[in-house]
């Protein structure tokens, strides 16, 4: 079974960068389309955003309008590994982020099958 492991979350100043990553084992990353959601602080579970999708066949990337032009989302499947490169950090983007994964193409949020447990992004000066 697909599991999946997010890391490179910290405490950064406003206008900082920092870049997480999505680790998968127990199945190969390259079947699965990748999103990255978050979770601000004070918002529920159902209130989670979707931040951005990689697309397993193409490589096909969306993005919320809050982050376009500052995230970028890219894999490597050599190293079963998604990345979600953040540049500009605002005190807006503090949340809880995970990437979750579906079977080949990108969809909404409640069809993703697998989740990974959160990594924390703070952006405070």
């Known amino acids: 079974q697909l599991q999946l492991v997010e890391s490179g979350g910290g405490v950064v100043r406003p206008g900082g960068s920092l870049r997480l990553s999505c680790t998968a084992s127990?199945?190969?990353?390259?079947?699965?389309?990748i999103g990255w959601f978050r979770q601000a602080p004070g918002k529920a579970r159902e209130e989670r955003e979707g931040?951005?999708?990689?697309?397993?066949?193409?490589?096909?990337?969306t993005y919320a309008d809050s982050v376009k032009g500052r995230f970028t989302i890219s894999r490597d499947n050599a190293k079963n590994t998604v990345y979600l490169q953040m540049n500009n950090l605002t005190p807006e983007d503090t949340a809880v982020y995970y990437c979750?994964?579906?079977?080949?193409?990108?969809?909404?949020?409640?069809?993703?099958?697998?989740w990974g447990q959160g990594t924390q992004v703070t952006v405070s000066s």
């Open positions: 127990g199945s190969t990353l390259s079947y699965y389309a």
């Open positions: 931040v951005s999708c990689i697309s397993s066949i193409h490589g096909t990337t």
């Open positions: 979750a994964a579906l079977s080949r193409y990108c969809g909404a949020e409640y069809e993703y099958d697998y």
